[in-house]
């Protein structure tokens, strides 16, 4: 006999045949394709695992039969200030609150909102750097600072409609641009939305000349 789950007693569940036990074994190691985007609305721009938890257990431990060396890297298209000026930018814009007495979290995005640099001190709030990365989000979709998408959404409240959940409507994120073209976005996130603003100005101006 077999117990449920209150302790009643429950008919006894007929064995599976040898069929059934190896299409269930046959379904148990069928892997889902790996993904390529995540599919939760309120994620960040990459934020998914591609590999199912089942399969990470089965990823080879040896090395590899031809080393990464001899591979090139990937490229990818999407506007960008590159990962060195990003890297720039964001120490500035670090740099510039810790002199206001301000310990903040920074984030840099290419056009896609896909992260290319993000900096978190010590002493800084664990959510700071997130929500500097979701103003860059916020940043990238609208193709504006979040202080000017403020000032638009009080003219006009149906832009809120445009606003999705993983973005956030606080000031400190502004635009990377190269004339008109949109490169990403730079954040920063822990001090107030004054110091914010002017710490993230002083990131893209180290970086400006050079994009």
Not at 31 to 49: C, I, K, Q, S, Y
Not at 52 to 67: I, M, N, R, S, Y
Not at 161 to 190: E, R, T, Y
């Amino acid at each position: 006999m077999l117990l449920t789950n209150d302790f009643s007693v429950a008919q006894t569940a007929p064995l599976p045949s040898s069929s059934q036990t190896t299409a269930q074994a046959t379904a148990t190691v069928r892997e889902p394709a790996r993904l390529t985007e995540g599919t939760d609305p309120g994620a960040l721009p990459g934020d998914f695992m591609d590999i199912p938890q089942t399969a990470q257990l089965k990823v080879p431990l040896g090395a590899p039969a031809v080393t990464h060396a001899t591979q090139p890297f990937p490229s990818d298209s999407t506007p960008s200030p590159g990962f060195a000026l990003a890297l720039e930018a964001a120490q500035v814009a670090m740099d510039s609150c810790e002199a206001d007495g301000y310990r903040v979290a920074v984030a840099v995005t290419d056009a896609a909102g896909k992260l290319k640099v993000a900096l978190a001190p010590d002493g800084v709030a664990n959510n700071r750097v997130y929500m500097a990365l979701r103003k860059d989000v916020t940043v990238v979709g609208f193709k504006m600072s979040t202080l000017t998408l403020r000032s638009k959404i009080e003219g006009d409240p149906s832009v809120m409609k445009q606003v999705k959940p993983n973005m956030v409507l606080l000031p400190g994120g502004v635009p990377i641009m190269n004339g008109d073209v949109l490169l990403g976005a730079i954040a920063v996130s822990g001090a107030t939305a004054y110091v914010e603003e002017k710490c993230a100005q002083a990131g893209l101006q180290r970086i400006r000349s050079r994009l």
